[in-house]
């Protein structure tokens, strides 16, 4: 399939999904669809740094983007928005958000955020590599986005137990039963605060989160599944993730282990958990794209996340082929 024609495809895509999607065509003009063939499941450019929601049948998915292949250091300056109804049709919408919309960062550097819906808008918590998070709002999961408040929502000052440069970055946003906004983020500390229902303001005191066996790199990712708390997060340098469970979302956290082994040739491993049509799955990233992969030409993988019974997560078996095969055998 051309260019051309995929992007054609893309417009008639588009058509045929939700109504909330179909409102949102008038804002946009350029799609982009493509067919994702195991792993990893963006081919046609690096995406880093996956977070995602779901809404109705749809899957919304929020990356990283990082520079062309053989990458010395993280180059990033904007980020992308992706969605599916059955995560092998795709759709990319035009560049949602750039660093550079947010003229507060002098950092130079996007790093990883998480998007969410709340009273009928998109927040975009997103980091920066030390200038700070900042949110950006749409009324469109995807995009356009606008910074929402000219200034960033938390910085380094916040982050009250650390002294390095990039320890304010990496946002993991939810939205609990009770009405309750959380924000978790961090390098090398864990932080964590409540948002006021407007969500770009922090309510009350920033905290940290700390229990037995906890050593925290960065990438945090909350959810909650049967009333349980899980709190994963990247470990160590190259990175594994590990994962707790908590009965309360400010803990105490229960040290459950490795979730996934380092990811290939990407020394970072950045995690988005989430349930669609019926199961569990695990996003995150690798450097597998050749000959230019690499830890900072990453490209973002699903692979399938399943629990045991006492609520505890199988280690993550993380293939190439991806979901296809579950996918064919549900
Ligand atoms: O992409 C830049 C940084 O690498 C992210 O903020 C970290 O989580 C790691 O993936």
């Known amino acids: 399939?051309?260019?051309?024609?995929?992007?054609?495809?893309?417009?008639?895509?588009?058509?045929?999904?939700?109504?909330?999607?179909?409102?949102?065509?008038?804002?946009?003009?350029?799609?982009?669809?493509?067919?994702?063939n195991g792993n990893p499941i963006i081919t046609h450019k690096f995406t880093a740094d996956p977070a995602a929601f779901v809404e109705g049948k749809t899957l919304w998915l929020y990356t990283g983007h990082d520079f062309e292949g053989g990458q010395k250091g993280y180059k990033m300056k904007d980020w992308c928005v992706f969605s599916t109804t059955d995560l092998e049709n795709w759709v990319e919408y035009p560049m949602p958000l750039k660093l550079s919309d947010f003229k507060w960062d002098k950092s130079g550097g996007a790093y990883a955020g998480q998007a969410i819906k709340r009273n009928g808008k998109y927040y975009?918590?997103?980091?920066?590599?030390?200038?700070?998070?900042?949110?950006?709002?749409?009324?469109?999961?995807?995009?356009?986005?606008?910074d929402a408040l000219g200034k960033p929502l938390l910085t380094n000052a916040d982050c009250f137990?650390?002294?390095?440069?990039?320890?304010?970055?990496?946002?993991?946003?939810?939205l609990d039963d009770?009405?309750?906004?959380?924000?978790?983020?961090?390098?090398?500390?864990?932080?964590?605060?409540?948002?006021?229902?407007?969500?770009?303001?922090?309510d009350g005191a920033v905290k940290k989160i700390d229990f037995e066996g906890f050593k925290f790199t960065e990438a945090p990712w909350i959810?909650?599944?049967?009333?349980?708390?899980?709190?994963?997060?990247?470990?160590?340098f190259p990175e594994k993730l590990a994962y707790a469970i908590a009965d309360n979302i400010e803990g105490p956290y229960q040290y459950k282990g490795i979730l996934n082994e380092i990811a290939g040739n990407s020394n970072t491993n950045h995690q988005a958990i989430?349930?669609?049509n019926g199961r569990s799955y695990?996003?995150?990233?690798?450097?597998?794209?050749?000959?230019?992969?690499?830890?900072?030409?990453?490209?973002?993988?699903?692979?399938?996340?399943?629990?045991?019974?006492?609520?505890?997560?199988?280690?993550?078996?993380?293939?190439?082929?991806?979901?296809?095969?579950?996918?064919?055998?549900?």
């Open 274 to 276: 989430i349930d669609f």
């Open 161 to 174: 137990a650390s002294t390095h440069g990039w320890t304010c970055i990496d946002p993991s946003v939810i």
């Open 124 to 146: 975009w918590y997103i980091s920066t590599n030390g200038s700070g998070i900042g949110v950006a709002v749409s009324d469109f999961p995807q995009g356009p986005f606008k």
């Open 1 to 36: 399939m051309n260019l051309k024609f995929n992007r054609v495809f893309g417009f008639f895509m588009i058509c045929l999904l939700s109504i909330n999607q179909v409102e949102s065509q008038t804002v946009k003009d350029s799609l982009y669809s493509f067919k994702s």
């Open 223 to 236: 959810h909650k599944r049967k009333g349980k708390y899980y709190l994963s997060y990247a470990t160590g």
């Open 282 to 330: 695990f996003i995150y990233h690798n450097g597998a794209i050749q000959p230019n992969g690499t830890s900072h030409s990453r490209s973002v993988c699903i692979d399938l996340l399943e629990y045991n019974k006492d609520g505890t997560i199988k280690k993550i078996v993380m293939t190439s082929e991806g979901i296809q095969t579950s996918r064919k055998n549900k």
């Open 178 to 202: 009770d009405g309750q906004a959380w924000i978790f983020w961090g390098n090398g500390v864990c932080y964590y605060a409540k948002l006021k229902e407007n969500m770009t303001e922090i």
